[in-house]
């Protein structure tokens, strides 16, 4: 199959400016599901030539199980969603499993159905949010298992979070609203505020 679009008038312009911003562009049969396009650059992202993804269902196949059901798998879908946006799990040619972002709009033109689409990496972006989760998970484990007190302060000195309250405070009169500026003797706010610097300025 060609690696030309079948629109190349309108398309191959916008396609090298998309690929100049790290898109993968991508053109479809919404009938068959056949890719008849993809820019050059999906072997830098892939490790696969363009060419290997025109065979029937290649690109499929290299679909996470698990995330197969996000994509439209129907005419109607596809028709009255005007197409879909999904991230979805990929194998690489090197075995490595990448986050995809792929937005995916239906078209017609003289009768003639095509999809046409854009696909991003988005694994560094996935791979920060997980390692928030994490993060977050440790310090709500901290804070539930401590003995200690502790404490969560933002730039300004704002409780973020803390473990214990002393009654009649309750986490609702806290977080968000109380400063360890409120809790603490005047003559205490200038090294207050020199260790919050030292953290959040200095780091």
Excluded: C
Excluded at 81 to 87: C, D, F, L, M
Excluded at 148 to 166: A, H, K, Q, T
């Amino acid at each position: 199959m060609s690696e030309e679009p079948s629109n190349p008038n309108n398309f191959e312009l916008s396609s090298a400016m998309l690929a100049a911003l790290g898109l993968v562009v991508v053109e479809a049969d919404p009938d068959s599901r056949a890719i008849t396009y993809l820019s050059s650059n999906v072997e830098a992202l892939t490790g696969f030539p363009a060419e290997t993804f025109y065979a029937s269902g290649a690109w499929l196949a290299r679909i996470h199980p698990d995330d197969i059901s996000l994509i439209p798998q129907t005419d109607e879908e596809l028709r009255s969603n005007k197409g879909y946006a999904v991230e979805y799990r990929f194998k690489t040619a090197s075995e490595q499993w990448i986050w995809l972002r792929a937005n995916v709009s239906f078209h017609t033109a003289e009768g003639e159905h095509r999809l046409y689409g854009v696909l991003l990496d988005v694994t560094r972006e996935k791979e920060a949010d997980q390692a928030l989760l994490e993060s977050e998970e440790s310090r709500r484990l901290l804070l539930e298992t401590t003995f200690e007190y502790v404490s969560i302060l933002d730039e300004n000195g704002i409780f973020v979070d803390v473990n214990r309250f002393d009654p009649p405070y309750t986490r609702e009169d806290v977080i968000g609203k109380v400063s360890v500026f409120d809790a603490a003797s005047p003559d205490d706010h200038p090294q207050i505020r020199r260790a919050l610097d030292e953290v959040f300025v200095h780091g």
